[in-house]
């Protein structure tokens, strides 16, 4: 039985990048509160997700999608329409990450220099890909005069990070879509807010590569870097939790936020670079 504080029980859900990570957490945390969940996810694991989530295969739906790929961006929204008869709620979360810097010079077009083909990679997921998946469920959402679109942008977006240039810039644009498309499909009635994770506890996604790759970027050890998560600066004390993150996301897509529209939450414990 869902939260009836939040009164989300019975509407449905999409979560891209909602196999693994703060996505996983979202799907999870939207099942309890007896939403149904379409994952959409271009990673397999995810019909174990949808297997562990309360009611399973016969409430909730893993869709595998390419978010760069219109085609299957449509197909996964179509076939959500096709079960549940609407759309209430698009998670855009689908995102990765490969830390590298502008220039290196102690290593000219090396490893971790960044390199067309990764800075294309990022773009077409992180930026692209919600885009699409966007301009997908809001033809969907406005047909029924309802929804809420949340895009899941980062702390970096707005901050800057040193080795991670053109992640942060991907996750800026998705501060300006926010505020952009707040403004084309608030007249429809559908919502549109972000949400700004800060430095988070330790998933499957923090993996040897990415953490030698930042380390790398930031001229320290993996060590150094490993000791600096629970390091830096953060008023709170403490890093946070996907569970967190998944809390804010629920609230969001409730009507508790119906008056909330065009803006991005930080969820960083007070943390800045200034």
Known sequence: MGNT???LEGKVAIVTGGASGIGKAVVQEMAKQGMYVVIADVNSAGEEVLKELEGGVQKHLFIQTDVTKSESVQD????TIERYKRLDVLVNNAGVLLPRLLVDP??????FELKEEEFDLMVAINQKG????????????????????????SESGLEGSEGQ?????????????TRSWAKELGKYGIR??????????????RTEAYEEALAYTR?????????????VSIPLGRVGKLQEVADLVCFLASEKASYIHGV????????TRG
């Open 130 to 153: 919600a885009f699409l998946c966007a301009q997908a469920a809001a033809r969907e959402m406005i047909k029924q005069g309802s929804g809420v679109i949340i895009n899941m942008s």
């Open 5 to 7: 504080w939040l009164n």
């Open 192 to 205: 549109v807010v972000g949400v700004a994770p800060g430095i988070l506890e330790k998933t499957g996604l």
């Open 106 to 111: 102690k290593d000219p077009n090396g490893k």
């Open 219 to 231: 001229g320290i050890t993996v060590d150094q870097l490993r000791a600096s998560y629970e390091k």
């Open 165 to 177: 240039s053109c992640y942060a810039a991907t996750k800026a644009a998705l501060y300006s879509f």
């Open 76 to 79: 996964m929204v179509q076939k």
């Open 264 to 271: 991005t939450y930080n969820i960083t414990g007070g943390k």
